[in-house]
Nanobody, 114 residues
Framework: QVQFVESGGGLVKPGGSLRLACAAS????????MGWYRQAPGKQRELVAF???????YYVDSVKGRFTISRDNAKKMGNLQMNSLKPEDTAVYLC????????WGKGTLVTVSS
């Protein structure tokens, strides 16, 4: 059963950048599509981006051109580079397979505020 541990969140000013990391274990990382999700206070969890085993990517419209998803199959790691951050990007960010399983990590909090 795959497990995920997210890291890299923090407090950043609008326009700033953060790089999130996702460490996966317990399954064959290289064969599945990996996604990043986020849940803002009082809102439902939403998909932000995913990357499949071939490296093809998808981004939700609100982050296109600002966020970049990547993966390192040998290290069983995924990353989300977030640039030009906006206050509306404030959320707990989580990684999981896409489509998601019920096995969620704790996530990492990203706060964008001046």
């Amino acid at each position: 059963q795959v497990q995920f541990v997210e890291s890299g969140g923090g407090l950043v000013k609008p326009g700033g950048s953060l790089r999130l990391a996702c460490a996966a274990s317990g399954s064959i990382f290289s064969i599945y599509t990996m996604g990043w999700y986020r849940q803002a206070p009082g809102k439902q969890r939403e998909l932000v981006a995913f990357i499949n085993s071939d490296g093809n990517t998808y981004y939700v419209d609100s982050v296109k051109g600002r966020f970049t998803i990547s993966r390192d199959n040998a290290k069983k790691m995924g990353n989300l580079q977030m640039n030009s951050l906006k206050p509306e990007d404030t959320a707990v960010y989580l990684c999981n397979k896409y489509p998601a399983t019920h096995n969620w990590g704790k996530g990492t909090l990203v706060t964008v505020s001046s």
